[in-house]
């Protein structure tokens, strides 16, 4: 019987980085984890993650093909960090060639949502799909598109900022300098500022935190519903464009907001397909909560460019 | 030496169907036409087509590797037109297969704005690129998308739809029934209305045809820049949302209105950088016009499909 194949995942974040083995059928073992904020450059942190990946290869019961990390700003081209707001670091550094460097083995990077989409892809609901989007709802709204079975990474490594897609003109200033980006309303920060809105027009005490909504809505609140249905709507619309370029088999979700399942789904799904261009109304996409929503994604999804 | 490698090339159009053989450096030859509207069905037209191809095939001096066809409406996937609005035919049939059955060769298809994409990778600007944009501005606005060296097809074989994506919320309306398209402003006749609008306002008889707004731009006419201002201004800042997408590293244009070149080029460049997204901003995607705009881009591109 021929071994099963593994890859070592990584999901490296701002506090935490992930490590894990994972085999073909996406099952996670070994899992250890390093304090981020504990190294003082990239070189020590590197030499950190070097020794953990060598101790978790040492172990495994079969050959271990690579290692994938998923990286706040990583780019998969150039296989460097650069800038990223939310690490300890913020000067440019080759991640990529750094740890290939010291543990001589194949190493990919890539952002956290491209990894996921590779994750769906393999282990999740995208299995045997060709065209799908995912796309992250969490501080931010990012995206990994894959098309033709391939993650499209654009000439840069840069394609699939869909948080940055102006939903509405002159709308809610964003982080980037600009006006009204999809990522001001569809992220849990920007849901967070649609209740404000609509709660304190209400004279009522905002909710604190995006959970807290998802929560009130499952009682029915109907501050909260009304706060999700503001929020697919704009959701829905500018997934309706983005399709006009792709035309995706599906669109998946995933992230904290995607925990509000139905209460999302159901408004955007309504905007999306009133917004819809007809010549794609026979075969409509289907909107979905990602089939790796409590499963350690990132690791498998890293773990899954390599595998 | 190894012999050259030829395709045939057939680029079938409402009046005129041209079909060509072309070699592996893009030279056509041995181009012949047929007049599609001759023919009362699908079938008739085939068998004819079918003639056509077999004669070329018969002189050709090295292996043919097979035809492509761009046509109106058609789907690559399913290999079959269905509904075009341009063909005398309404009914759905599958060419692709019709044709493989008749003339024993390999068959593609696929629709006007993707072969041309096809021709430009092959044969045109875009020779080296893996991620750019093919922009076709026509009687409407398609688009060819290139991503990783593939083209984009999404799962129904329909990506690429621009043309249709709203530019301006609740602008003019569009042939699909909606309002605000990008085709209802920088198409052949978009740009018509927007001369319209700009010469009857200031008392003027307006201009016929986007030829002629070219042409007065030219020379220095200044309704004619006003119109090509405008113009720029909507479908720059369309494809700046797009490149957020996509990333690509090239945005080319083709059809009739690149023939006004710098007029349309400067202000759609000044639209795309001023709304582009910061991080994009360090490594600007260039826009630029076809390389085989007065070539036979349709018949080139079809071939290059299969050679």
Redesign the interface.
């Known amino acids: 019987m021929a071994k099963k194949k593994y890859a070592i995942g990584v999901d490296m974040g701002a506090s935490f980085t992930k490590i894990g083995l994972v085999d073909e059928n996406g099952n996670i073992s070994n899992e250890t984890e390093l304090s981020t904020t504990d190294y003082k450059t990239p070189k020590n942190f590197v030499d950190a993650l070097a020794l953990q990946v060598q101790l978790i290869a040492g172990i495994a019961p079969g050959e271990v093909s690579g290692v994938g990390i998923g990286a706040p700003n990583a780019n998969y081209h150039s296989g460097a960090i650069n800038n990223s707001a939310n690490l300890p670091w913020k000067e440019y550094f080759p991640l990529r060639d750094m740890l290939m460097e010291a543990i001589d083995m194949p190493v990919k990077i890539t952002n956290d949502a491209k990894a996921a989409a590779q994750g769906e892809l393999l282990f999740g609901k995208a299995k045997g ?3 799908f989007i995912l796309l992250t709802l969490g501080t931010g709204v990012g995206s990994g ?1 894959v ?2 079975g ?1 993650l ?11 948080g ?3 939903a509405k ?1 002159n709308g809610r200033p964003c982080g ?3 006006k009204g980006c999809l990522e001001t309303y569809a992220s849990a920060t920007g849901i967070l500022n649609t209740a404000q809105k609509i709660m304190m027009a209400n004279g009522l005490i905002p909710f604190q935190t995006s959970r807290e909504i998802t929560e009130a809505a499952m009682i029915g609140n109907p501050m909260a519903l009304e706060v999700f249905n503001q929020t697919g709507k704009v959701l829905g619309k500018v997934l309706a ?2 399709h ?6 599906a669109i998946i979700f995933f992230g904290g907001l995607a925990n509000a399942r139905d209460f999302l789904l159901v408004p955007t799904r309504k905007a999306f397909e009133e ?1 819809l ?4 109304k026979e ?1 409509k ?1 289907e909107l979905m909560i990602s089939g790796l929503q409590h499963k350690n994604a990132a690791i498998l999804g890293a773990a899954a460019m390599v595998i």
């Open positions: 799909m060709k065209d598109i098309s033709n391939q499209v990474y654009g000439h840069d490594g840069m394609a699939g900022e869909l940055h897609i102006i003109p980037c300098g600009r464009h983005v006009t370029v792709l035309s995706p088999e917004e261009l007809f010549v794609y075969d996409p």
